[in-house]
């Protein structure tokens, strides 16, 4: 059974900091590309940041140079570090797993930015 559990998220101050966990079960995780995505209230599900099998990356340009995706394959583990929070930023969070058309999602998790 396939698992992914995102933890990390929260309440923060804009201008603040928070970093999201993504632990995955059930798969080869070195083989998929991962990624975080994010729904705000009343907006679709929008892409943030994917890294591949061989890391490379890719951002929305929106959170360009203030969130960095990274993944452990030790740990079955994604990261998102994100930097210089906006209130625009509150969203959901979900972790996604890609790999030769097959794709999974977790449960998501809260960040709320707000003072």
């Known amino acids: 059974q396939v698992q992914l559990v995102e933890s990390g998220g929260g309440l923060v101050q804009p201008g603040g900091s928070l970093r999201l966990s993504c632990a995955a079960s059930g798969i080869i995780f070195g083989l998929y590309a991962m990624g975080w995505y994010r729904q705000a209230p009343g907006k679709q599900r929008e892409l943030v940041a994917t890294?591949?099998?061989?890391?490379?990356?890719n951002y929305a340009d929106s959170v360009k140079g203030r969130f960095t995706i990274s993944r452990d394959n030790a740990k079955n583990t994604v990261y998102l570090q994100m930097n210089s929070l906006k209130p625009e930023d509150t969203a959901v969070y979900y972790c996604?797993?890609?790999?030769?058309?097959?794709?999974?999602w977790g449960q998501g998790t809260q960040v709320t930015v707000s003072s």
């Open positions: 996604n797993a890609a790999f030769n058309g097959r794709i999974y």
């Open positions: 890294i591949t099998s061989g890391d490379t990356t």
